[in-house]
């Protein structure tokens, strides 16, 4: 019985949770199909691989931890004269809370296509399907069932096993984005819906429990004039159900490039509406990128004793075969 009370403390939280917010990053301009369907395969070169991993709150046992790994391709990369983009991705993107005894998982395949209407102006839109579920880790759970006269035993039938488990759950996204770019400015600016079918997120199949619509506006500007500084600047402002936040900031780049050998150092900031600030450093060699991030919790929320610390670390790998010029933004 207290098994029962226990995990259905869980899945209430688990369910609160979820219809209030999907996972994000502090780092989220390195993971773009998360932020706007439309982002994919816009990158410099004709492919990227990308990963994110994130702890939150990390005391003792992390509570929270997040990752993704992604890989997008501008299929018409190759094609000379042709100013277009069609672009292609696949995300996995891996989420464990409640110090992993919920977990969840998603994979994402996108789809974009930018039109270039003339020498500075394109504009594009993408779509995006997304399979997620959801489920209890019954290695870190026991109940009532499990015991015996030499403890519990986690190999015992549990007697709650419809419960450990949500239904498969399938997400519709999409977006569009608007870019203009010269020699040495580019500004792009999107916004993107998900959840746009609201599916069901239940472990207790109630139909009432559906995911809700979140709304995401994204804008970046990127400026290279400098001798050997880039400049590169984003915000995004994103709204699901009652919650909603800001997030702006940007980074400074030396080039200290020779040649055909890339060697780029960042350094930067976010600050995040009334949670957290958190410098970034970067460094981009060739076609490796790596970035990391600490958040510095300026919450009023009442915490207790807790002292809140979360790290962000992120890759990027490119492939640069056609690729001439100053790579000015470190997250395209």
């Not at 277009?84 to 989420?95: A, K, Q, R, T, V």
């Not at 519709?172 to 870019?179: C, I, R």
Request: proline content about 3%; charged content about 15%.
């Amino acid at each position: 019985m207290k098994g029962l009370k226990f995990i259905c403390f869980i899945l209430f939280f688990a369910n609160v949770m979820g219809l209030a917010q999907d996972p994000h990053f502090s780092q989220y301009f390195m993971s773009p199909a998360t932020i706007n369907p439309a982002l994919v395969g816009t990158g410099y070169g004709k492919y990227r691989l990308m990963s994110n991993y994130r702890d939150q709150w990390s005391v003792g046992n992390t509570p929270y931890r997040t990752y993704t790994i992604g890989l997008d391709a501008n299929l018409f990369a190759d094609k000379k004269g042709n100013k277009n983009i069609l672009g292609l991705g696949l995300l996995f993107l891996g989420d464990q809370s409640n110090y992993g005894l919920l977990k969840s998982s998603y994979v994402s395949s996108s789809i974009s296509y930018h039109l270039n209407l003339n020498e500075n102006n394109t504009i594009g839109v993408g779509f995006q399907s997304t399979v997620g579920k959801r489920y209890l880790d019954r290695v870190n759970l026991t109940f009532g069932n499990q015991f015996g006269s030499n403890g519990f035993d986690v190999n015992r039938a549990s007697g709650e096993n419809q419960l450990l488990k949500m239904p498969i759950f399938y997400s519709l996204n999409a977006g569009v984005q608007y870019s203009y770019q010269t020699t040495y400015n580019q500004f792009n600016m999107g916004i993107s819906l998900f959840n746009m079918n609201k599916p069901q997120q239940s472990f207790l199949k109630d139909i009432s429990q559906r995911a809700s619509l979140e709304t995401v506006f994204y804008s970046s500007y990127e400026f290279s004039s400098w001798n050997n500084l880039l400049f590169s600047a984003n915000g995004i402002f994103r709204i699901q159900a009652k919650q909603n936040y800001f997030a702006l900031g940007g980074v400074v780049g030396l080039d200290m490039s020779k040649g055909e050998n890339i060697q780029v150092l960042y350094a930067g900031s976010w600050f995040r509406e009334g949670d957290a600030i958190y410098p970034y450093v970067g460094i981009m060699l060739n076609n490796l990128q790596i970035g990391l991030s600490y958040d510095i919790v300026i919450s009023k929320q009442n915490l207790g004793n807790i002292n809140p610390q979360s790290i962000e670390l992120s890759f990027i790998w490119r492939d640069l075969t056609n690729q001439s010029g100053k790579i000015i933004c470190p997250w395209r």
